[in-house]
């Protein structure tokens, strides 16, 4: 009997270490959306009027990439943008899907120096929803954002980039 009992706890070990497992993902998420950590920025509504500071410009890069087996291109309209704290811009990113298949993808941001998400406000950006992509097309997606005056002074320069992932088998079977 205490073979049979030992198994059972072990069986209720496995099933609890595979629940974390499973929830380590949706809980870092969220971790990452409080803390600004890993760059993740947070979606807070726009302000009713933003102000413009004339006294600072910010370089702005942006970078993106695909994930492994992700075939077409993903490219920003611009590498880099110089920008004032308040002051409203758009950058439009362009992404191609040369395969015969209808595909959905998902962007994540990523902002560095982490500490410069919290300060990154985006009102309208692809990287909100699943994209999807039919096939043998091509889609122009934008990004509409302003940098918060609260930006630390040291910060001068900040780099968001987006990594681009085909979610088509997990989306369809959701």
């Known amino acids: 009997m205490i073979h049979g009992n030992k198994a059972l706890k072990l069986a209720l070990l496995a099933v609890a270490m595979f629940g974390f497992g499973f929830l380590l993902v949706p809980l870092y998420d969220v971790f990452c959306d409080i803390t600004g950590l890993n760059g993740k920025t947070a979606n807070r509504p726009v302000a009713e009027s933003l102000v413009v500071d004339d006294q600072r410009l910010i370089t702005v890069e942006f970078v993106t990439y695909q994930s492994s087996g992700l075939s077409g291109e993903f490219t920003p309209s611009v590498r880099h943008l110089k920008v004032r704290p308040g002051e409203m811009h758009q950058v439009d990113f362009t992404v191609s899907n040369p395969g015969s298949s209808d595909i ?14 919290n300060h990154l406000r985006k009102t309208e950006c692809f990287c909100f929803q699943e994209q999807p992509l039919a096939g043998r097309s091509e889609a122009v997606m934008p990004m509409r954002f302003y940098v918060d005056q609260a930006l630390p002074a040291d910060i001068e320069i900040f780099t968001l980039s987006y990594t681009l992932y085909d979610i088509t088998e997990r989306a369809s079977s959701s």
């Open 104 to 117: 959905i993808l998902r962007a994540i941001p990523s902002v560095s120096p982490g500490r410069a998400a």
